[in-house]
């Protein structure tokens, strides 16, 4: 196994021992990459937030660009893979809170952790009405994967309700709000929500 591959799998499986010594006794680059990932990319979507702090300590670059899987930032594989811990790592260390995140959100699967770290990068400088992939706000994904407890979350930091998509995709068209795509996807209780909305309730 060649010395950067060690460096990625120190990375991953939080190896900190290992890092340091590679680092140590190699010329390894901190901004090599292996799909486009660097060591740093694999600590925060592994969930090492120790091997994050390494790398950091070490140099390693915040906003190195992924473009193998449409991540460009550490930061969003932490937030992408919900590890909480990195993402607050990251943030600390001065990542921009306002990350790329163009993953197949139709894919994807809202977990709590994932959640987490969505909330926690809006509370600390993520703009809430930001579009991602489709062109759609983490407001109109809510709606449209019926996530209603992180809808709320979502409009108490301020999301903008009458925010229209941008695309054409998801058979959804363009033009509609977070509302209408509940509509659209018979998610009752999103649409019951939304319906009653009142902002001085939140």
């Known amino acids: ?31 090599t990459k292996e799909n486009d990932m660097t060591a740093l990319h694999y600590a925060a ?18 906003d190195s660009e992924d473009k193998y899987y449409h991540w460009p930032p550490p930061l969003s ?30 894919e994807r699967v809202w977990n709590k952790g994932r959640i987490e770290c969505v909330i926690y990068c809006l509370q600390h400088g993520t703009d809430v009405n930001k579009p991602y992939s489709y062109e759609y706000t983490n407001l109109h994904w809510a709606a449209y994967h019926d996530q209603l407890d992180f809808l709320r979350e979502l409009l108490k930091c301020g999301a903008d309700i009458n925010q229209l998509t941008n695309d054409n995709e998801c058979n ?8 209408d795509i509940a509509k ?19």
């Not at 591959?5 to 680059?29: M, P, V, Y």
């Not at 979507?45 to 915040?62: D, K, R, T």
């Not at 594989?77 to 790592?89: D, E, I, P, Q, R």
């Open 1 to 31: 196994m060649s010395e950067i591959n060690e460096l990625f799998f120190a990375a991953q499986w939080g190896d900190i021992k290992k890092i340091r010594s590679l680092l140590i006794d190699t010329d390894i680059s901190l901004e």
């Open 45 to 62: 979507q592994y969930g090492c937030p120790e091997c994050v702090q390494e790398l950091l300590n070490w140099g390693a670059v915040m």
């Open 77 to 106: 594989c932490g937030v992408w893979a919900g590890h909480l811990s990195c993402v607050k790592v990251l943030l600390k260390y001065g990542a921009d809170p306002n990350y790329n995140d163009n993953y197949e959100q139709i």
């Open 172 to 179: 959804i068209p363009k033009g509609y709000t977070a509302l």
């Open 184 to 202: 659209k996807r018979g998610n009752y209780q999103i649409v019951s929500f939304l319906e009653e909305y009142d902002p001085k309730d939140t």
